[in-house]
């Protein structure tokens, strides 16, 4: 890509472009598809803070891996829509197609290793989130 000669927008441009998309995914598994909704900055930061749990050990707030995951898919699948009471049901239905519902949120919404890391740390068991984040070439070392 060229970046000399690209066209630098103006602030108008960028509140005036569509850039949060809806998308269908294909779920083998349920025999069709979903469709969702990438998340703006806003959405991200508010489900992180709803996702936040006081650890009772250590008394310490912490982001809980699977509040997280279950905001994500309840914000992000826009249809059909599901509640939290939905999806409590859903987690009788197959991880892998779970997996593939979220891996597409999170891509979509632009989720990287360092934007969920925090809930990586000590990922829940069966924690999707923790299956999904990889380190990338621009990994580095945290003590440096």
Known sequence: MDTDNMKILTA???WAAKDIEERTVPVPQWGGAVRIRTLSQKQSAELRRKAQRINPAT????????????LLFIEGVVEPKFSITDYGRLSEKSMSAMTTVLRAIMDASGFSSESVSEATKSPAEGSLIAV???AGED???DEG
């Open 132 to 134: 999904r984040v990889h």
């Open 12 to 14: 108008d441009e960028i």
């Open 139 to 141: 990994a580095g070392d």
């Open 59 to 70: 008394k310490q707030s912490e982001l809980d891996n699977e509040a997280l995951e279950q």
